[in-house]
């Protein structure tokens, strides 16, 4: 996450596998991600939701 200048940058997630495709929740509260830090070797893309702070990372398929 970061400013709309492009400053204050944060990582919001921290592992080694990928994590892409984010989107905003309507309220604003949550983002919502694909991860395929479960099953790296086969690809299984899995969907995660969290804080808009990066808290609270919960696999939700």
């Given at each position: 996450?970061?400013?709309?200048?492009?400053?204050?940058?944060?990582?919001?997630?921290?592992?080694?596998?990928?994590?892409?495709?984010p989107a905003?929740?309507p309220?604003g509260?949550?983002?919502?991600?694909?991860?395929?830090?479960?099953d790296f070797l086969?690809r299984t893309?899995?969907?995660?939701v969290?804080?808009a702070?990066?808290?609270?990372q919960?696999?939700?398929?």
């Amino acid at each position: 996450m970061m400013d709309a200048d492009g400053g204050n940058q944060t990582r919001l997630t921290d592992n080694s596998d990928l994590d892409t495709s984010p989107a905003w929740s309507p309220d604003g509260t949550e983002i919502a991600f694909t991860s395929d830090r479960d099953d790296f070797l086969y690809r299984t893309w899995e969907i995660y939701v969290m804080d808009a702070d990066g808290g609270n990372q919960t696999r939700l398929t």
